[in-house]
């Protein structure tokens, strides 16, 4: 199953807000553009493997926590 990339960015974005960062926080802790990870949020770009790792390794999360479906 693929997951659409609007979703992703909702999974994303929830995981953000519950570990209560702003885009910025998230930006500084991930090595990340604030501007890249808004975009990512708003499933407007693709990601890569390497942006996958740093904002997991930042939320401290796993990646099915992104990728899945189920909440």
Known sequence: MEIELKEFGKNLRDARKKKGLT???LAVISELDSKQIGKIENGLVDIRLKTLIKLIR???IAPNDLISREK
């Open 23 to 25: 885009l910025d926080e």
């Open 58 to 60: 930042a939320l401290d």
